[in-house]
């Protein structure tokens, strides 16, 4: 690909990514550091506004890969290589998605997951539908129910479903609640549940005993329910074998032109923007 014509113009700054001087995510950045800095010094207040900037320069990055792949941009990398992925994520890092590193830790389990050939595939807390979609691609025979609460995810997903050619086989709808569970539970269905600490109450097989007949792919949101990783283990420790995988980093995902850049501006392309641990588990049914 053709570099761009002209580097970002602040002094210092890498070399081939697209200035945006005047945006308004430029303002909107730069007015929220000076809230975050306007007190007195503190760790907080730094830490706050470096998350700010971090996300700033994960936009940026994000729009001169996307200006490179001439708004058309495909997933070049992971299980979903060849997805398209144009437009905004929902929920999180879009460019981690784009060129398909994120969550790498995970690839080997949907790999798993594709090799095991489900007749039902149920992805709570769809946002987008980077997992609904790019299952879909990958497993022709199955049909996919993407559930999620917000309305401008569900409409993300139907958008992304629709270019990808797959919309005939996702159904896109809101909550999931234990009667859902009851009538859509099979024992060839996998569940994909990443409900931001949602997963504390629906995933109780007391309260729903269908969630035993499943294969369950759960976000744990330990940084906000410290113990909440231990307790689920606990619930399904009879009915599945577990196995608990944490965060990782594909940096082999990079796309070439990143190349020209600094080490900082490399791991923001790669950073998922969480705030603490958030282990997943991988729970398949014994027998």
């Known amino acids: 690909m053709t570099q761009p014509k002209t580097p970002m113009a602040d002094q210092g700054a890498d070399q081939g990514v697209t200035p945006d001087a005047a945006s308004a995510l430029t303002k909107a950045i730069t007015n929220r550091l000076r809230q975050h800095l306007e007190g007195p010094p503190s760790q907080a207040a730094l830490s706050a506004a470096l998350r700010d900037l971090a996300k700033w320069r994960a936009a940026l990055l994000d729009a ?87 309305p401008q995810s569900q409409k993300r997903c139907a958008e992304l479903a629709h270019v990808n050619g797959v919309a005939a086989r996702i159904k896109i709808g809101g909550e999931v609640d234990g009667a859902f569970l009851h009538r859509h539970i099979t024992p060839n269905t996998v569940l994909i549940c990443d409900i931001e600490g949602g997963e504390r109450t629906l995933l109780d097989p007391i309260q729903h005993p269908k969630l035993r007949d499943c294969d369950i792919l759960v976000e744990v949101h330990e940084c906000w329910h410290r113990g909440l990783t231990a307790e689920i283990t606990q619930r399904f420790a009879t009915t599945h074998h577990i196995t608990r995988i944490e965060r990782g980093l594909a940096p082999e995902a990079l796309p070439d032109w990143m190349a020209q850049l600094g080490d900082l501006d490399r791991a923001i392309a790669l950073w998922e923007w969480r705030v603490g641990p958030t282990p997943w588990l991988w729970m398949t049914r014994h027998g």
Do not use: K, W
Not at 98 to 121: K, M, N, T, V, W
């Open 64 to 150: 001169t890969h996307c200006a490179r792949s001439g708004g058309a941009v495909q997933i070049a990398y992971g299980p979903f290589a060849g997805m398209s992925y144009a437009g905004a994520a929902t929920e999180g890092a879009a460019l981690a998605r784009r060129i398909g590193a994120y969550e790498a830790s995970l690839h080997p389990i949907i790999e798993q997951i594709i090799a095991r050939d489900y007749a039902r595939i149920i992805d709570i807390g769809c946002a987008e539908g980077y997992y609904a979609v790019g299952l879909a691609r990958r497993m022709p025979r199955a049909e996919i129910l993407a559930r999620d609460t917000n």
